[in-house]
């Protein structure tokens, strides 16, 4: 597993725009399927955004496709999620996700804190 460490949440205004970022520990990064998923109050836990550890193929979820994009620096054992044109019901909390060698990140195996993302409206 890999340790991860979510930064780059806070308040925004809709159609505003925010990057968060995902630092991970260990030599294995690149070995990684990432991935965002994110938790609304009340709601379940849903998948965001996903990054393959082979070729980094990007995936999303069909309410942010067009609108957010995941990218990767295996050198910097980092995953940045860009939000853009952001809405009220992005509100969330924000989970950085990984997977071992995974061809999609439908379980996850380690995961950060959250960081929150407010979008005001």
């Known amino acids: 597993q890999v340790q991860l460490v979510e930064s780059g949440g806070g308040l925004v205004q809709a159609g505003g725009s925010l990057r968060l970022s995902c630092t991970a520990s260990?030599?294995?990064?690149?070995?990684?399927?990432m991935g965002w998923f994110r938790q609304a109050p009340g709601k379940e836990r849903e998948f965001v955004a996903g990054?393959?550890?082979?070729?980094?193929?990007?995936y999303y979820s069909d309410s942010v496709k067009g609108r957010f994009t995941i990218s990767r620096d295996n050198a910097k054992n980092t995953v940045w999620l860009q939000m853009n044109s952001l809405k009220p019901e992005d509100t969330a909390v924000y989970y950085c996700?990984?997977?071992?060698?995974?061809?999609?990140?439908?379980?996850?195996?380690?995961w950060g804190q959250g960081t929150q993302v407010t979008v005001s409206s």
């Open positions: 996700a990984a997977r071992f060698r995974a061809p999609k990140l439908t379980s996850p195996d380690s």
């Open positions: 260990g030599r294995t990064f690149s070995s990684y399927t």
């Open positions: 990054i393959l550890w082979i070729g980094s193929s990007t």
